[in-house]
Nanobody, 115 residues
Framework: QVQLVESGGGLVQAGGSLRLSCTASATFFAAYRIGWYRQAPGKQRDLVARITRNGDTNYADSIKGRFTISRDNAKNTVYLQMNSLKPEDTAVYSC?????????WGQGTQVTVSS
């Protein structure tokens, strides 16, 4: 069983920055593909960014150029640096760890961007 703990969410003004962290209890963390997802009230959960075990990344079009995903395997942690935040980025952000077809989710962290 893998446990994921997100942190770093909060309230920020538009144009501000936050860095989210997702720390995993996985033994072979480096082998996991990690994704950040977000869900706004009344909307479906969408992929924001993903990083493979090789360090390859992909991003949702809505956040390209503003968010950066990275990983530190020595700390079993994946980060999501969020810059130039907009009110429409307000959501619960959750991380997902996937390996050999099995996926795990964290509990999520709230990000609120005020205008």
């Amino acid at each position: 069983q893998v446990q994921l703990v997100e942190s770093g969410g909060g309230l920020v003004q538009a144009g501000g920055s936050l860095r989210l962290s997702c720390t995993a209890s996985a033994t072979f963390f480096a082998a996991y593909r990690i994704g950040w997802y977000r869900q706004a009230p009344g909307k479906q959960r969408d992929l924001v960014a993903r990083i493979t075990r090789n360090g390859d990344t992909n991003y949702a079009d809505s956040i390209k150029g503003r968010f950066t995903i990275s990983r530190d395997n020595a700390k079993n942690t994946v980060y999501l640096q969020m810059n130039s935040l907009k009110p429409e980025d307000t959501a619960v952000y959750s991380c997902n760890a996937e390996y050999l077809g099995v996926a795990y989710w964290g509990q999520g962290t709230q990000v609120t961007v005020s205008s």
